[in-house]
């Protein structure tokens, strides 16, 4: 890709890409150990519900996209550091058309490690080490997450600072009903869900009710290999608001459509 498209590739990826704003060295593939991560993530946003135009290579709906992106690692590894149980949330404009507005804050769960932190800022900065967005904030907090038994409700609480509620919806044969391709940090596929509650309030850094609006729900399954190997649809967008010719051929092989 060229400069202008890797800048504006950039501006899609979700809102854990900004930590590698804390970092400033730039890391490479040969300084970066082999990592491989499993979890799931939780993102809600502004961006029109059940229709999230940054997913499929668009700008978003209002321009700028106050968003919150979480992940948790249930098992995984960076190197020889175990990222069992890591969890945080990164809050802010997260994906913007002007890609100088694009800032946020990290919090970080209060029970993850110094060195689970140092070993996710490289690993993010060896994704996206070209341009990082802005991190105003970072902040350690008590981050409490909740999937059902059914994998259906997922909340996600910051006490006092950020509250988010989603619900799955299922067909008949108890599958998902809004899974499909996707722009994202953590895989090729998202599930939208219902956006029941989302609230946001850190004095002095933010404030807003966006419930109702976008929100999605994904597994984590990422390696370096995939990133090497130029797998994930991020790296081949452009964000023109369709689906690049190597996207669609991605799609395809994934057994999915590019709608």
């Known amino acids: 890709m060229t400069r202008l498209s890797i800048a504006v590739t950039l501006t899609l990826a979700m809102a854990l890409v900004a930590v590698t704003g804390l970092s400033e060295q730039k890391q490479t593939e040969k300084t970066i150990p082999d990592f491989e991560l499993h979890g799931i993530s939780f993102t809600e946003c502004a961006c029109t519900a059940y229709a999230c135009p940054c997913r499929s290579n668009g700008h978003p709906t209002h321009g700028g996209c106050d968003a919150a992106d979480f992940a948790y690692i249930k098992h995984g590894h960076f190197g020889n550091v175990k990222m069992d149980g890591f969890k945080a949330v990164v809050v802010g404009d997260l994906i913007d058309k002007d890609p100088s507005k694009v800032r946020g804050t990290i919090y970080f769960d209060q029970k993850t490690t110094p060195e689970q932190r140092e070993a996710f800022k490289q690993m993010l900065a060896f994704m996206f080490a070209w341009n990082p967005p802005k991190i105003e ?123």
């Not at 809004?178 to 599930?191: E, R």
């Not at 990422?222 to 790296?235: D, F, I, R, Y």
């Open 137 to 259: 904030n970072v902040k350690v907090v008590p981050i409490e997450f909740t999937e059902s038994a059914d994998h259906n409700t997922y909340t996600l609480t910051i006490p006092g600072i950020l509250e988010e509620k989603g619900v799955m919806k299922r067909g008949k044969d108890g599958k998902p009903l809004h899974t499909l391709p996707a722009m994202d940090l953590w895989g090729n596929k998202i599930t939208y869900v219902d956006n029941v509650v989302f609230k946001y309030h850190d004095k002095g850094i933010g404030e807003w009710d966006l419930s109702g609006r976008q929100a999605n729900v994904k597994e984590i399954s990422t390696n370096k290999a995939m990133w090497e190997q130029k797998k994930m649809l991020v790296q081949h967008g452009d964000m023109s608001g369709t689906w690049t010719a190597e996207q669609r051929k991605m799609i395809e092989q994934m057994g999915m459509k590019a709608e």
